[in-house]
């Protein structure tokens, strides 16, 4: 249920191909909306051994196939309230989803990781530091990579790296389940047109540790005061970090793990020091495939690591102008991370879309007023995509008569033609949202696709 236009339904799909299930794939959205998924599947093979077929339904449900089947596997982007699923429980249809499928057979070590921000890059850099110590690593999840993929591939003695969304982690209900060792990074106001309240979307979060026992370990963000309350309800060890705290236990008389790394920003020093913990903490547990991981090779993969696709991405430079990709920040807070990351750069800021039913009075104050002390530059232009979200950060820096901006952008083309008016050498052009994409583009990473394909 729910192909998605992420195609976060694929690997599903291809899972119960292969394990010979007659498969209904049904999706509220209709073909074109599907069309980059349903592509991924152009070499599926339709027919089964035994004669069955695979079935869309697209652009609609049909209730048959919530009362007729015998296992539903959701989508993480359907919420359990979906009236839908309300008619498969009504006849005692169970439901699932492919986390659910993926631990209930899952062998290997796990090492899970949420938080509002920070999760993908912060689950990379693990499986990066894991992979150059020569481990069997593999890192799946919420990161464009279904946990189904891996299935096959992992055993006892390998180590799975999972970026784990609130959502992913709703859908764990029921399986009594969680990874080894947990990391929670933070908590922001996100998903607010999904949660009644942040307390509601906390509770999602802090199912990633709610089965941890004490063998386990949670590695806990001491800078952020829900997930340092959070931490007290857990059962199992606990790994507080900081920015800088974290450091000494792995790089001895070294100033910082950072200076080997090459990730901007006062974020990115959290999520280092988060994946040492990480690392410290799956050295340390009884079953861990892992005695040692050596300060020289931790050193190694800080220096090799390069941040994940719409993440403070290096896009390309033209005539002396630094163009950046940050469509993964969806949030104010993101984006004010991301301007924060650039203290002595003037920015053309890229922005705007789809409101999650968040603020943006602080980011369009950050705007406005030039952000943190010791930044010397800061926004020169904003270029505004359409979108609800636009409109709040538009009024908001009106009322603080800040007015170097434009807005009412349709196509990603036409709002990088706009920033190239205002840059001039040495100048940044830095894509970051704070917002979601759906009104304009197929998802967030084909909005950074076609910011990447316009800069050129």
């Known amino acids: ?242 920015k800088t705290e974290i450091e000494e236990s792995f790089l001895p008389g070294e100033p910082s793990s950072r200076s080997f790394a090459s990730l901007p920003g006062e974020h990115n020093a959290r999520n280092i020091a988060a994946a040492l913990a990480a690392i410290e903490a799956l050295i340390s547990h009884k079953d861990s495939p892992a005695n040692n991981i050596s300060t020289e090779i931790i050193k190694k993969a800080l220096t090799t690591f390069k941040p994940p696709e719409g993440r403070l991405e290096e896009s390309g430079l033209f005539d002396g102008i630094r163009y950046i990709n940050d469509t993964a920040a969806t949030t104010p807070e993101a984006v004010c991370a991301a301007l924060n990351s650039f203290p002595r750069e003037k920015i053309i800021l890229i922005a705007g879309g789809e409101n999650k039913g968040l603020s943006y009075k602080l980011l369009s104050e950050e705007i406005a007023t030039g952000g943190e002390p010791g930044r010397t530059k800061g926004i020169k232009f904003l270029v505004l995509l359409d979108g609800s979200a636009s409109y709040k950060i538009a009024e908001e820096l009106r009322a603080v008569k800040w007015g170097n901006f434009k807005e009412g952008f349709t196509s990603m083309q036409e709002a990088v033609n706009e920033a190239k008016v205002h840059a001039e050498r040495g100048d940044i052009v830095l894509l970051s949202p704070g917002a979601a994409s759906f009104n304009l583009f197929a998802h967030e990473f084909d909005r950074g696709n076609q910011f990447k394909e316009s800069i050129g």
């Not at 249920?1 to 292969?18: P, Q, R």
């Not at 027919?47 to 652009?59: A, I, N």
């Not at 481990?135 to 993929?149: E, K, P, Y």
Request: net charge negative.
């Open 1 to 242: 249920m729910g192909i998605g236009v992420h195609g976060g339904g694929i690997g599903t799909i291809k899972f119960l191909v292969k394990e010979g299930a007659e498969v209904c794939a049904t999706d509220l959205r209709d073909e074109k909306a599907l069309k980059s998924a349903l592509e991924q599947l152009k070499d599926l093979p339709i027919q089964y051994p035994q004669g069955k077929s695979v079935r869309f339904v697209l652009g609609k449900h049909e209730k048959e196939d919530f009362i007729n089947a015998d296992l539903i596997v959701k989508n993480p982007a359907v919420p359990l309230s979906s009236p839908w699923l309300a008619i498969a429980r009504e006849n005692g249809v169970i439901i699932s989803s492919d986390i659910g499928l993926f631990v209930e057979r899952n062998p290997a070590f796990t090492i899970g990781i949420t938080g509002t921000k920070g999760k993908s890059t912060t689950a990379s850099l693990i499986a990066h530091i894991l992979k150059t110590a020569g481990l069997d690593v593999f890192l799946a999840g919420n990161i464009r990579r279904s946990v189904l993929d891996i299935l096959s591939d992992i055993n006892k003695d390998s180590v799975v790296v999972l970026e784990l969304s609130s959502w992913q982690l709703e859908d764990l209900e029921g399986y009594n389940w969680s990874p080894k060792v947990a990391v929670f990074l933070n908590l922001l106001p996100d998903h607010l047109n999904r949660y009644a309240s942040m307390e509601e979307y906390g509770q999602a979060k802090k199912r990633i540790f709610k089965f941890q026992t004490e063998n386990d370990f949670l590695i806990a963000n001491l800078e952020d005061e829900y997930v340092k309350r959070s931490a007290e309800e857990t059962k199992s060890r606990i790994i507080f970090f900081t």
